[in-house]
């Protein structure tokens, strides 16, 4: 796949849209985000990335918007700990789109899906002994997992038909180590979430901004590939680990039971690994927390 002037499109209108958009720049590509509103443009704009607002929902639209790229990244959208869950990748939006590209114009359509899929495996049946593995055959119970499930059948029905180069992300919980929570931290003031979950499966920002631009000419077509670290964690570990750094006292007492309830189960990530030929820059979630403390220093020193 050629490596300049390659027109990559962008669904989704988030911080991490613009933050691969930025990544995509810095290698000579033409970068173009799909926004639901004028009104978001400027901000995609300074960044030179071109933004197009446009309805997905519209089969004249989605043909427009898609008409000139050689790569499409269909993001979706995230939840935020402690509030509610935004609606999954919009089904009908993805089938517009499929119905409406070219055969043989998209030389790579990436999306990221969600290890929501998985969520109704029970751990410890009939599964891998290294963890479960993108062949684990799950009937999710969440609308999110099911609704992600559902996109990938698509774009694996179209990979089947026609060779459609679908590449299926399944992120764990994308994280970065933000300014703003670390000073609550250190202060002592931070309000742990409310919906702690009883293990992180995650991926640290800068190595999935790595695994994304990677999939371009990596990804296989017609295959999902789980994305996350090396080290499944508890908030325990994650939240204590974190005051540590900070010299703080530690946010989540040895007393709480979230680490005794926490399932015994690992997603493996070897699969995605191996074929895109990656290794972690920040394997587990002590280097992303030292990864972020170094640049909110960096970027306390630049302001003052």
Same mark, same amino acid.
């Not at 774009?155 to 459609?164: D, P, Q, V």
């Not at 992180?200 to 631009?213: A, G, K, N, Q």
């Not at 908030?235 to 939240?239: G, S």
């Given at each position: 796949?050629?490596?300049?002037? #390659?027109?990559?499109?962008l669904?989704?209108?988030? @911080?991490l #849209?613009?933050q691969?958009?930025v990544?995509?720049l @810095?290698?000579d590509? %033409?970068v173009?985000a799909?926004i639901? %509103?004028?009104?978001?443009?400027?901000?995609?704009?300074?960044l030179g990335?071109n933004?197009?607002?446009a309805?997905l929902?519209?089969?004249f639209?989605?043909?427009m918007?898609?008409a000139n790229?050689d790569v499409?990244?269909?993001l979706?959208?995230?939840?935020?700990?402690?509030m509610?869950?935004p609606?999954?990748t919009d089904?009908?939006?993805l089938q517009?789109?499929? %119905?409406v590209?070219p055969?043989? #114009?998209v030389?790579?359509y990436?999306y990221e899906?969600?290890?929501?899929?998985?969520?109704?495996?029970?751990?410890g049946?009939n599964?891998p002994?290294a963890?479960?593995d993108e062949?684990?055959? %799950?009937?999710?119970?969440s609308a999110?997992?099911?609704?992600?499930?559902?996109?990938?059948r698509e774009?694996?029905?179209? !990979?089947?038909?026609?060779?459609?180069p679908?590449?299926?992300?399944?992120?764990g919980?994308?994280?970065?180590a933000?300014?703003?929570?670390?000073?609550q931290?250190?202060?002592g003031?931070?309000?742990?979430?409310?919906?702690?979950?009883?293990l992180?499966?995650?991926?640290?920002?800068?190595?999935?901004?790595?695994?994304?631009?990677a999939?371009?000419?990596?990804g296989r077509?017609g295959?999902a590939?789980n994305?996350v670290?090396q080290a499944?964690?508890t908030?325990?570990?994650?939240?204590n680990?974190?005051a540590?750094?900070?010299?703080?006292p530690?946010?989540?007492?040895?007393?709480?039971?979230l @680490?005794?309830?926490?399932?015994?189960?690992?997603?493996q990530?070897?699969k995605?690994l191996?074929?895109?030929?990656l #290794?972690l820059? !920040?394997?587990?979630?002590?280097?992303?927390?030292?990864?972020?403390?170094?640049?909110?220093?960096d970027?306390?020193?630049?302001?003052?």
């Open positions: 796949m050629p490596k300049q002037f #390659t027109t990559i499109l669904i989704g209108e988030g @911080q #849209t613009k691969l958009g990544r995509l @810095q290698h590509h %033409s173009w799909l639901s %509103s004028d009104g978001l443009a400027p901000g995609f704009a300074r990335i933004p197009l607002a309805d929902s519209e089969p639209l989605a043909k918007a898609v790229a499409i990244f269909h979706a959208n995230r939840r935020q700990h402690g509610a869950a609606e999954p089904l009908k939006a517009n789109i499929l %119905s590209i055969r043989g #114009t030389k790579r990436i899906s969600s290890l929501a899929v998985y969520d109704n495996v029970v751990p049946q599964l002994a963890g479960i062949k684990v055959f %799950s009937r999710p119970k999110t997992g099911r609704i992600h499930l559902e996109a990938e774009i694996l029905a179209r !990979f089947s038909e026609e060779g459609f679908g590449v299926i992300l399944r992120t919980a994308l994280y970065q933000l300014p703003g929570i670390l000073d931290v250190r202060r003031v931070y309000s742990l979430p409310a919906d702690l979950p009883a992180y499966h995650r991926i640290y920002l800068e190595d999935y901004l790595d695994i994304l631009i999939a371009m000419e990596k077509p295959q590939y994305v670290d499944p964690h908030p325990a570990e994650y939240y680990h974190m540590a750094m900070l010299g703080a530690p946010l989540i007492l040895p007393s709480a039971d @680490q005794a309830a926490a399932p015994a189960v690992r997603y990530n070897e995605l191996k074929e895109f030929g #290794t820059r !920040f394997p587990t979630y002590r280097e992303g927390l030292l990864d972020g403390l170094q640049k909110a220093e970027l306390k020193t630049r302001e003052g």
